[in-house]
């Protein structure tokens, strides 16, 4: 029997592309309509935000904490979290969490490296691209990596916190992040990772200047292998 799957949810876009993700390609695994058990718990997003906001991450991981304890006890074998921005607060929640944790910058440095990228573009929100989240995993890889300008995480953190989290998809939003991806790609960048997990729903190889790593879906599969060959 596949293992059972906790999807520690943090905004709601995000992580039902996640699920839908696991729902839909469990079947390549597994045959026709079947995917894993997947359970999933979400606190209000409101509650994240005013962690972030006052640069509490020990409060981040107690709501992550929170959640990871919940689907322990529903059953769940082991977690994955379909938001970038939060994992700063992964070394806080790790060592104290009841269950195992896909991470979910480690699966994204890995397939970059799969795919013989070396300079990586990080998109996301401005608590994302000022994190250490992606440039510690990208230099444990020997990747480099490039941040956005300040101007740049300004205008894609406000498109992410305003439109994509509340399902709001515009066409200038998508010009928006082809700007700062063009760029990037001047400056040297071979791809670029979506590091909100929103930022899918707008963004893929057929409108983006650079080669995408979609954070989203390739959690959701790193999730369907560890549920299905462990």
Same mark, same amino acid.
């Given at each position: ?11 709601? !876009? ?70 970038? /921005? ?38 996301? /929100? ?28 300004? !205008? ?6 305003? !439109? ?22 001047? !400056? ?43």
């Amino acid at each position: 029997m596949p293992l059972h799957i906790g999807i520690v949810g943090c905004s709601a !876009e995000g992580a039902a592309l996640c699920y839908r993700t696991i729902c839909a390609e469990g079947a390549q695994l597994l045959g026709p309509h079947a995917h894993p058990e997947v359970s999933m718990h979400t606190p209000s997003l409101a509650d994240y935000v005013a962690c972030l906001d006052r640069g509490d991450v020990a409060g981040v991981g107690e709501l992550m904490l929170a959640s990871a304890r919940k689907l322990a006890a529903a059953g769940a074998d082991f977690l994955v979290c379909p938001d970038n /921005t939060i994992h700063q607060a992964f070394d806080h929640v790790a060592p104290r969490s009841p269950l195992r944790w896909l991470h979910i910058a480690d699966v994204v440095a890995d397939e970059a490296v799969r795919r013989g990228f070396r300079r990586i573009g990080i998109t996301g /929100t401005r608590w994302l691209v000022n994190s250490e989240v992606y440039p510690e995993k990208f230099s444990a890889r020997g990747l480099q990596y490039l941040r956005p300008t300040d101007a740049e995480r300004d !205008e894609t953190g406000r498109i992410i916190m305003d !439109e994509l989290v509340c399902g709001i998809f515009r066409s200038e939003a998508v010009a928006s992040f082809q700007r700062v991806i063009e760029r990037m790609k001047s !400056e040297g960048c071979d791809a670029v990772v979506l590091g909100c997990t929103e930022i899918p729903l707008i963004i893929n190889d057929a409108n983006s200047p650079l080669p995408t790593l979609d954070s989203t879906r390739l959690l959701a599969r790193a999730a369907l292998q560890c549920a299905v060959c462990a």
